[in-house]
């Protein structure tokens, strides 16, 4: 979820500069410098992931040796589930975020029309 974020992101940023020709050097010298740092953070995220599924890998192996084949099978399932859920809970934090936004904005334009 994290690098398609990241991914994301950066295909915007990228695509920012070429969008208006008046931008000056120096905020394209900016952008510039922007996508560099997302690079590497995507980059960093991926060896992160590599990392973690290797870890992943390991933790699963040991607790095979000490669990039957149902409990591992509800182990791999309660390690899914718990990582679709984190990613459901953030998608929902954001578009409630969002919502509440949209709200503030919403009582701020109508904020003028209530004292006519």
């Known amino acids: 979820m994290l690098l398609s974020r990241m991914a994301v992101g950066d295909c915007r940023r ?4 070429w969008q208006d020709e008046s931008n000056c050097p120096a ?7 922007k996508q560099r740092v997302l690079i590497q953070q995507h ?10 599924d290797r ?3 390991v933790v699963f192996d040991i607790l095979a040796s000490y669990l039957g084949e149902d409990s591992l099978a509800d182990y791999a399932h309660f390690v899914k589930m718990k990582s ?3 990613i459901e809970q ?11 936004e949209q709200l503030a904005c919403l ?10």
Do not use: C, M, Y
């Not at 905020?27 to 410098?33: H, I, M, R, V, Y």
């Not at 980059?43 to 973690?52: G, M, R, T």
């Not at 953030?90 to 509440?100: P, Q």
């Not at 009582?107 to 006519?116: A, E, T, V």
């Open 90 to 100: 953030r998608e929902l934090e954001d578009k409630i975020r969002l919502g509440e």
């Open 43 to 52: 980059e960093d995220a991926k060896e992160l992931k590599e990392n973690l």
């Open 107 to 116: 009582f701020d334009s109508l904020q003028p029309d209530r004292g006519k």
């Open 55 to 57: 870890r992943e890998r």
């Open 14 to 17: 990228h695509a920012a500069p």
């Open 84 to 86: 679709a859920l984190i």
């Open 27 to 33: 905020a394209q010298q900016s952008l510039l410098e």
